[in-house]
């Protein structure tokens, strides 16, 4: 067993860029997201696999990094519920917006790969949907397995959870550059593009990974941030908002909504247990 005092940032970095290798390979090598599957998931198959080593190398349990046996379902149902809700509100102000503009005509169900300039192709059989569905649930449970389960609990031996809770949120929002990068690397996007996604990319994702840990403090388990974080990510790929112009063309505004409402909604109920939690302290 390794001793778990060992410098827990040099740590977490080394199992970051072993993770964020197998993501470079699969974006520009094996593409499987430009497929007709539509997702990149073998790296985060792998991500999986790089989590259970971990927490044998280290004699964790799964427990101790938010993977608790009680009330599972329960905090996954809050978790989509919490998702749900936001992203209704999201989606009702964008179709406010259209229909004062005179252009909404219609909201469409199908399956698109999500790209920082707007939703490509139009999948409607089933199973793209199953695809779509599948592939975020490995997706969540890799990057909420590492990110606000392993991350931390390495970190949280040498540092306070906010730090420990900022750093990670950086990792999460350095891990989203990939599309942008690949886009300028073979020439569809722009050097000023690249840039401008890739901040926007780095900073909305880096606030989105911080909302995650805020969830993952207050309920003490990863789950409700998993359901959180599902719905996130697939309803931007299935629920589409026609406009006379084209779909999604305030996709941007959609997601820029739903994600600030919910930070907010988890910053304020967190410092509200903080501050609870001190006037206890106290007495």
């Known amino acids: 067993m390794i001793n778990k005092k060992v410098k827990s940032l040099s740590v977490v970095l080394i199992i970051y860029l072993i993770c964020f290798a197998f993501r470079i390979l699969e974006y520009f090598i094996l593409r ?78 199908y399956v698109s790969a999500y790209a920082v300039d707007g939703n490509s192709s139009h999948r409607t059989a089933l199973v793209f949907f199953i695809f779509c569905i599948v592939g975020n649930i490995i997706n969540v449970i890799m990057e909420e397995g590492i990110f606000r389960g392993l991350f931390p609990k390495l970190l949280e031996q040498k540092y306070t959870f906010i730090i420990s809770a900022i750093i990670s949120s950086c990792l999460f929002g350095i891990w989203h550059i990939m599309a942008p990068l690949r886009d300028y690397y073979y020439g569809s996007m722009s050097l000023n593009g690249f840039i401008a996604n890739s901040v926007m990319l780095v900073i909305t994702s880096g606030l989105v990974g911080l909302k995650f840990a805020m969830i993952t403090k207050l309920t003490g388990n990863l789950y409700m941030a998993m359901g959180d974080h599902f719905v996130n990510n697939t309803v931007v790929n299935i629920l589409h908002v026609i406009s006379i112009t084209g779909a999604d063309k305030f996709m941007t505004l959609r997601i820029s909504i739903a994600q600030s409402v919910s930070f907010i909604i988890v910053l304020i109920l967190y410092l509200l247990n903080f501050y609870k939690k001190g006037k206890l302290y106290k007495k």
Do not use: C, P, R
Not at 36 to 47: D, M, R, S, T, Y
Not at 60 to 79: P, Q, R, V
């Open 32 to 109: 499987t997201d430009q497929t007709f599957l539509g997702e990149a998931f073998i790296h985060k198959l792998i991500g999986v696999a790089v989590l259970f080593v971990v927490i044998k190398l280290f004699d964790f349990n799964f427990k101790e990094i938010g993977f608790a046996n009680s009330k599972a379902i329960l905090y996954i149902s809050m978790g989509l519920a919490f998702g749900s809700v936001i992203f209704l509100l999201a989606y009702s102000v964008e179709i406010l917006i259209l229909t004062l503009l005179g252009n909404f005509q219609t909201l469409a169900l």
